[in-house]
């Protein structure tokens, strides 16, 4: 399993960004996915998930209204839509990989991360 998060970098508050997760070395169609962040000093935290075909996905909070999760099965690739960004988001972003195919699976699998910075 190979998950590889790009996207992360320098925005201004307001400002959106949008993250890709490429995955390989499983069928990406068969399982659920998600995005995690930690901020500089804090622990992990949950963001989004959706299921393995695109139709339920879940939001902290704190991100509802603002965060988009995506995905493009024919393309095994994950996205997550940040916009009206705020400092609060600044963090590095992880995609991982669910244990089946719904959006409340253990995760077995994670990216490297990607950092994203809000700052004006």
């Known amino acids: 399993v190979q998950l590889v998060e790009s996207g992360g970098g320098l925005a201004q508050p307001g400002g959106s960004l949008r993250l890709s997760c490429a995955a390989s070395g499983f069928a990406f169609n068969n399982y659920a996915m998600t995005w995690a962040r930690q901020a500089p000093g804090k622990g992990l935290e949950w963001v989004s998930a959706i299921d393995s075909g695109g139709l339920s996905m879940r939001y902290v909070d704190s991100v509802k209204g603002r965060f988009t999760i995506s995905r493009d099965n024919a393309k095994n690739t994950l996205y997550l839509q940040m916009n009206d960004l705020k400092p609060e988001d600044t963090a590095h972003y992880y995609c991982?990989?669910?244990?089946?195919?719904?959006?409340?699976?253990?995760?077995?699998?994670w990216g490297q991360g990607t950092l994203i910075t809000v700052s004006s």
């Open positions: 991982a990989k669910g244990l089946g195919s719904g959006v409340y699976e253990t995760l077995d699998a």
